[in-house]
């Protein structure tokens, strides 16, 4: 069949371009309005010392789901602290509780309609089975472009994929009122809002309740998730151990993400009907919360007005101190929070999330003339792309010129020579790699960028495939990280080796997986390891077992990135 294939994806591009554009007041002001509100939850959860607000948590749980659970949630909430992850979960607690409001201010209304009107109980139903079954992973993408990288691409994230819940149960509710109360509401002449505020909404509360309930823990299910543009958190975390394959400190925060699922679980559903209500009215409970939970907004509002001391001018108030950084595993991210150190910048934080989405934030920015600090490479096109300056490194917190390496696993010598030997004959220059970049960058698939690459460069390729054996079929595992450098170095060599009669396959994995990978011998090599010092770390930890077959490519460069039209030339003046 000759059926051209049908520009889906571009159109979806297109219209997200223009979108982005064409309401870009309206994100900022939304962006702004999430985080401020976010920051009042963090500021109220933070307002006292941990133990005042476990007692609290404790004596909740407690009064709504007995005494028993009380103790659970005493002692794992201690045991949170206790390990060091009380900061995380209290930033984990708020992104929910924020998508959960969110969820409730817009999800009911909607249901209700729905209940209410048939039509629009017909259009909601299929967006909603969309929303749902669409992998949360895609709302990111277009999340981070409106949003930017951060806690509120992932607040969007989460609510989008959590809010289902809320309007199905709410629609369920009010319709299965029974008719006979209906009509007697009618009878007595009640107006349609007395007949909903009076009979249908507290009939529905249960069932509304329950999908409030589902829909917190869709939201808290999202927290890994969300961690991968930026969200700070338990889930950054888990995405964090995934990164650096730390199976305890993976444990450790899955667990407390748990502790969290339960007593929120709890909370939420017992919230109408609190066990201990016979000894103690609810609204007296619940006034009291209120009332502590306001008065510790506007105490910690107050002083935090007045305690405002960063700002000013300078390149610090105008990114918020703040660089964007890229996976947390990244060697560059090591160096880059050594060199806050270093350079005594206490002030500064760096936000974790990928490369892709730092790259989107830097063309973001650069496209609006805005200042922004990104943790940069090169080779990169990003150099080709913009008008770019690495900071000044006197300390040289970021090492120096270093070399990427090849590294491959136990015994693949045996196993493959001739793919062996062509690996370690696989060797470029930085303006290979970046003609690569650039041509990936552009749009071209990466496996035509390198094949693009091969035929104008037969020659280079040629010495590396001298002497190497063809391989008869067998298949190869390449790993490698998605950062841009690596994506065109990976086709490359992984496309020579397929010319040269091996099956391939390229594996992308996270910066651990990718050297425990090699050293385990579950996959057969890689070329990424950048040495000596970005990934020093990973290197030291492995380099027992497997087989470094040295550099392939000579002078790379990380460090502190900003546009040239911003003011400032050295990482010594972010002071
Ligand atoms: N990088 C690109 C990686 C190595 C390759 C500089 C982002 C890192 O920092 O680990």
């Known amino acids: 069949m000759n059926v051209p294939k049908i520009p889906l994806g571009e159109w979806v591009d297109a219209l997200v371009k223009w979108v982005t554009v064409a309401f870009a007041g309206f994100f900022t002001l939304l962006t702004t309005a999430i985080e401020s509100l976010l920051n009042i939850i963090v500021d109220v959860l933070n307002a006292g010392p941990p133990l005042i607000l476990i007692i609290v948590l404790t004596l909740l749980?407690?009064?709504?789901?007995?005494?028993?659970?009380?103790?659970f949630t005493l002692i794992s909430l201690l045991l949170i602290d206790n390990l060091g992850y009380w900061d995380s979960s209290t930033q984990t607690i708020a992104i929910v509780l924020l998508?959960?409001?969110?969820?409730?201010?817009?999800?009911?209304?909607?249901?209700?309609w729905c209940a209410q009107r048939k039509t629009v109980h017909r259009i909601v139903t299929p967006i909603l089975d969309f929303m749902q079954t669409m992998p949360a992973f895609v709302y990111l993408i277009p999340s981070i472009l409106f949003f930017g990288i951060g806690v509120v691409p992932g607040i969007i994230a989460s609510f989008i994929f959590a809010i289902a819940p809320t309007i199905r149960m709410t629609n369920l509710g009010i319709?299965?009122?029974?008719?006979?109360?209906?009509?007697?509401?009618?009878a007595f002449g009640s107006s349609n809002s007395q007949k909903l505020f009076k009979v249908q909404l507290p009939i529905a509360t249960p069932t509304i309740m329950a999908g409030v309930n589902q829909s917190i823990m869709l939201a808290l299910s999202m927290v890994v998730t969300a961690s991968l543009v930026g969200a700070p958190g338990l889930g950054a975390d888990v995405y964090r151990a995934v990164s650096q394959i730390d199976v305890g400190r993976g444990f450790e925060a899955g667990l407390s993400i748990v502790f969290i699922a339960v007593i929120l679980d709890r909370i939420s559903q017992n919230l109408r009907k609190p066990a201990y209500e016979n000894i103690l009215k609810k609204k007296v409970v619940y006034s009291i919360v209120a009332i502590l939970i306001i008065a510790t907004a506007v105490v910690t509002g107050v002083t935090k007005e007045t305690a405002k001391d960063k700002s000013g001018n300078g390149v610090g108030a105008?990114?918020?101190?703040q660089i964007i950084g890229i996976e947390p595993g990244a060697g560059i991210m090591a160096q880059t929070k050594n060199a806050l150190k270093e350079y005594h910048l206490n002030d500064w934080k760096v936000q974790e999330g990928s490369s892709a989405a730092m790259a989107a934030e830097l063309d973001k920015a650069y496209q609006n003339k805005k200042p922004i600090i990104v943790t940069g490479w090169a080779p990169h096109w990003m150099f080709s792309t913009y008008d770019l300056k690495f900071l000044k490194d006197p300390n040289k917190s970021f090492g120096a010129v270093e070399d990427i390496h090849t590294i491959v696993r136990k015994g693949l010598e045996q196993d493959a020579p001739g793919a062996y030997s062509l690996l370690d004959r696989f060797s470029w220059n930085p303006v290979d790699m970046e003609k690569v970049m650039v041509d990936i960058k552009g749009g071209m698939d990466p496996s035509q960028a390198a094949e693009k690459w091969i035929k104008a460069n037969r020659d280079k390729v040629a010495q590396w495939t001298k002497g190497a054996q063809a391989g008869n079929g067998e298949s190869i595992n390449l790993v490698y990280v998605a950062w841009d450098t690596e994506i065109a170095s990976t086709n490359i060599i992984g496309k020579v080796l397929e010319q040269n009669g091996y099956e391939v396959k390229l594996s992308q994995v996270e910066v651990g997986p990718m050297f425990a990978g090699v050293a385990n011998g579950s996959v057969d090599g890689m070329v990424a390891a950048w040495l000596p010092s970005t990934h020093s770390q990973y290197y030291q930890q492995y380099k027992n077992n497997f087989i470094d077959l040295g550099s392939n490519?000579?002078?790379?460069?990380?460090?502190?990135?900003?546009?040239?039209?911003?003011?400032?030339?050295?990482?010594?003046?972010?002071?």
């Open 61 to 71: 749980v407690a009064y709504t789901s007995r005494w028993p659970l009380g103790i």
């Open 99 to 112: 998508s959960g409001l969110l969820t409730i201010i817009i999800g009911v209304p909607v249901g209700i």
């Open 175 to 186: 319709k299965e009122v029974p008719k006979d109360l209906i009509e007697a509401a009618d």
């Open 318 to 321: 105008q990114t918020d101190y």
């Open 553 to 575: 490519l000579h002078g790379t460069k990380n460090g502190l990135v900003v546009p040239k039209y911003m003011d400032v030339n050295s990482i010594e003046e972010l002071k």
